[in-house]
Nanobody, 123 residues
Framework: VQLQASGGGLVQAGGSLRLSCAAS????????VGWFRQVPGKEREFVAG????????YYADDVKGRFTIYRGSARTTVYLQMNSLMSEDTAVYYC?????????????????WGQGTLVTVSS
């Protein structure tokens, strides 16, 4: 599965962005999808994940209530809606796909990664 992440950009604090993760050549059926982010000098950290069935979503504590992960109707794209953005959300965001049913907050369960998309939140 080839993944293409997009939607990053520059936004003011309090604003919103929607990131997209598109699967090239196939759908996300049968795959869990996660979003991670990374800033220079720090490890990649979990942001949000959605289960293979799409019925369960998981979030890092610091984005709960602000971010929403969901699948598009055609199941070829997974979105991360980010609201009430803060400067601390500035990072390169990566999407990933894997066949595991659990451990969605662990980067090791994902076998496929997209390139990053940069989100910059100005204060």
């Amino acid at each position: 599965v080839q993944l293409q992440a997009s939607g990053g950009g520059l936004v003011q604090a309090g604003g919103s962005l929607r990131l997209s993760c598109a699967a090239s050549g196939r759908s996300f059926s049968g795959y869990s999808v996660g979003w991670f982010r990374q800033v220079p000098g720090k490890e990649r950290e979990f942001v949000a994940g959605i289960s293979r069935s799409g019925g369960h979503a998981y979030y890092a504590d610091d984005v709960k209530g602000r971010f929403t992960i969901y699948r598009g109707s055609a199941r070829t794209t997974v979105y991360l809606q980010m609201n009430s953005l803060m400067s601390e959300d500035t990072a390169v965001y990566y999407c990933a796909a894997g066949v595991s049913w659990y451990g969605l907050d662990q980067p090791t369960i994902y076998g496929y990664w997209g390139q990053g998309t940069l989100v910059t939140v100005s204060s």
